[in-house]
């Protein structure tokens, strides 16, 4: 399967932003779908944004839809999360993931069978 790897966390104030990327290796990355997910203390892991195969089509949670934006580099075999207009809510440990077969979009963690191993993102209020 593909190795996953998570990078660009840190800490921001309300209101800034930071670009995640996550670097792949060891397949072809063009054949995997992808999604980020976040998971905050004592919080389920929530989908945050997914991306086609492509990098054709989009998708976003409700609560980040206008502030983030999910894209994709092939050439690289990175895909990159820029948010922008952070809240403290946002708050969580970020993370990649992939599958060869689901459907893109899919929201449920389950679905994907790769995984990297989190990148955290604080904001402060």
């Known amino acids: 399967q593909v190795q996953l790897v998570e990078s660009g966390g840190g800490l921001v104030q309300a209101g800034g932003s930071l670009r995640l990327s996550c670097a792949a290796s060891?397949?072809?990355?063009?054949?995997?779908?992808v999604g980020w997910f976040r998971q905050a203390p004592g919080k389920e892991r929530e989908f945050v944004a997914g991306?086609?195969?492509?990098?054709?089509?989009?998708y976003y949670a409700d609560s980040v839809k206008g502030r983030f934006t999910i894209s994709r580099d092939n050439a690289k075999n990175t895909v990159y999360l820029q948010m922008n207009s952070l809240k403290p809510e946002d708050t969580a440990v970020y993370y990649c993931a992939a599958d060869r077969t689901v459907r893109s979009g899919t929201s449920a963690p389950y679905e994907y069978d790769c995984w990297g191993q989190g990148t955290q993102v604080t904001v402060s209020s």
């Open positions: 991306i086609s195969r492509t990098g054709s089509s989009t």
């Open positions: 060891g397949r072809t990355f063009s054949i995997y779908a």
